[in-house]
């Protein structure tokens, strides 16, 4: 099956138009000078288009153009661009720069790909990109977007976005050298992301030979109708409420069609929310928020109202930070809750540890009574299958020796992790770390997860991690009870 380019090229062009444009075109709109498209693009690589826009503004009131960048010590520039990926290279790199402008260059940005490559900080990807939105000159910028998408597709058969480029100067018309990058880009972001492409959704799904493709699945809604008693529930760490909400949270809340939605880390207190956020529509809400404020915190949405609210663990000291919120209903406990982090230096271990150990204790009481549904962020990833690296990560928070044996002990008490019940594969994760593009690359851990009693497990039907959903750096993961 051969793609036809030209009508690929013409319905994205459309497509995209309501899509976010990526940070070195938006740049390019506002400014036509070389020094700045530069420096965006150097600062772009790795990084998150909202962290270079915000970084590239800082800069670029200090430094307006090579001389006045060259009057700041790296120090400086390093503060300014932070925290942008790699960010103390970067600084070294841009330190750098007008020095070799000037020895080089006679203090003019070069016009042609090789020579760019000569910059600190410059490779084949930003000196194309350089070329093609600074000077407006035929040149591929070949990302991880491009190359990836055009395999997809099928235009190219290739390994590495170099073979990409080479492949492309001989086969794409010239004439769409230099959009072909902002317009994969924008897709790539948009509709056919890395991880579970939006296949479902795409223009060109009919016609798209999806080369090595997995397209996202989406919630299964019919399955709720095959019994009057399933229920679906939601866990999911927001990373703040409020923050979440610009990014679409109520659309993902109707879509998911939930009878419980459980979020950890709202950082945020009821009457810091928009009345969107306090009553969604068909939900009865419940708070439990930190003492501090903009800190932790969980709430929980039900259709149903549950017969009794307890909020916490009845532990002063551990209930002010807002950790556990539980609703109990006729046959079962819901409980909802974010584990501390032993943090970095693993300053907070004990703290955990003690709140592990109190945690535990008071759902074994409640097990007693009726079923218990526990769902969250543990903040633990338990065994090696449930991270990317876990042999570097043996002394980090979250994968230490005594966070997996707080794991070993939870479970050995006789708790089932759902989502292992159905599924023993790696690469299965649900949060992945802002830096290093750790996302596209699935480079992850697993660390929410919802958990029932042993004598509950026959009730368990389902259990996913809805990584095609964005918006915060975990994804929700569900349950479908019965
Ligand atoms: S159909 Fe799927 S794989 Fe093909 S371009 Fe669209 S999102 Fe990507």
């Not at 030209?6 to 138009?17: A, C, H, N, Q, T």
């Not at 600062?43 to 270079?52: I, M, P, V, W």
């Not at 093609?132 to 035929?138: E, I, L, M, Q, R």
Request: glycine share 4%; aromatic share 10%.
């Amino acid at each position: 099956m051969t793609v036809d380019i030209d009508r690929f090229i013409e319905l994205l062009s459309e497509e995209v138009k309501t899509y976010n444009v990526p940070v070195v075109d938006l740049i390019a709109v506002q400014t036509e000078e070389p020094f700045k498209i530069l420096v965006a693009t150097i600062l772009s690589a790795r990084t998150k288009d909202e962290t270079t826009a915000k970084a590239t503004s800082k800069l670029f009131k200090k430094a307006r153009n090579i001389k006045e960048l060259a009057l700041l010590t790296e120090q400086e520039i390093t503060k300014l661009i932070y925290p942008v990926g790699f960010y103390k290279n970067k600084a070294r790199f841009l330190k750098q720069l007008p020095s070799v402008l000037k020895e080089k260059f006679n203090n003019e940005i070069p016009t042609e790909v090789e020579p760019l490559t000569k910059l600190p900080g410059v490779g084949r990807k930003t000196a194309n990109l350089v070329v093609s939105v600074a000077f407006n000159k035929p040149a591929i910028c070949v990302d991880t977007h491009v190359h990836r998408i055009m395999n997809i597709w099928g235009y190219v058969k290739t390994k590495t976005p170099l073979e990409t480029e080479m492949a492309l100067r001989k086969k794409l018309p010239e004439k769409y050298w230099i959009r072909i990058n902002s317009l994969l880009v924008a897709f790539g972001q948009g509709t056919c992301k890395p991880l579970a492409p939006h296949c479902d959704r795409c223009i060109l799904t009919a016609d798209c030979p999806k080369i090595g493709v997995t397209p996202r699945r989406l919630p299964n809604k019919t399955k709720k109708k095959q019994s009057q008693n399933m229920q679906r529930f939601i866990s999911w760490n927001v990373n703040g409420l409020r923050a979440v909400e610009k990014k679409g949270f109520t659309d993902i809340v109707r879509d998911l069609d939930a009878d419980i939605i459980a979020l950890q880390e709202i950082k945020a207190h009821p009457d810091q929310l928009s009345t969107a956020l306090k009553e969604i529509n068909g939900y009865h809400s419940y708070w439990n928020p930190a003492v501090r404020k903009g800190y932790a915190g969980v709430a929980v949405y039900s259709r149903k109202p549950p017969l009794n609210v307890i909020n916490g663990i009845g532990t002063e000291e551990y209930d002010q930070e807002g950790r556990v919120l539980t609703l109990e209903f006729a046959d079962f406990y819901f409980i909802n809750v974010y584990f501390p982090n032993a943090q970095h230096g693993l300053t907070r271990m004990d703290y955990k540890l003690d709140f592990n150990r109190q945690f535990l204790a008071f759902v074994n009481d409640l097990a007693q009574d009726k079923s218990v549904v526990i769902c969250g962020d543990y903040n633990v990833a338990h065994k090696p299958v449930d991270l990317k690296n876990p042999k570097t990560n043996e002394k980090n928070p979250g994968y230490t020796a005594e966070e997996r044996a707080w794991m070993d002990e939870f479970i050995g008490n006789g708790y089932i992790d759902t989502f292992r019940k159905f599924n023993k594969d790696p690469d299965n994760y649900t949060w992945w770390s802002y830096r290093f593009n750790a996302r596209a690359r699935n480079i992850g851990w697993r660390i929410d997860y919802f958990c029932v009693d042993r004598k509950s497990e026959k009730r368990v039907r389902n259990a996913e991690i809805l990584n095609e959903i964005e918006g915060s750096d975990h994804c929700p993961v569900s349950l479908e009870f019965e």
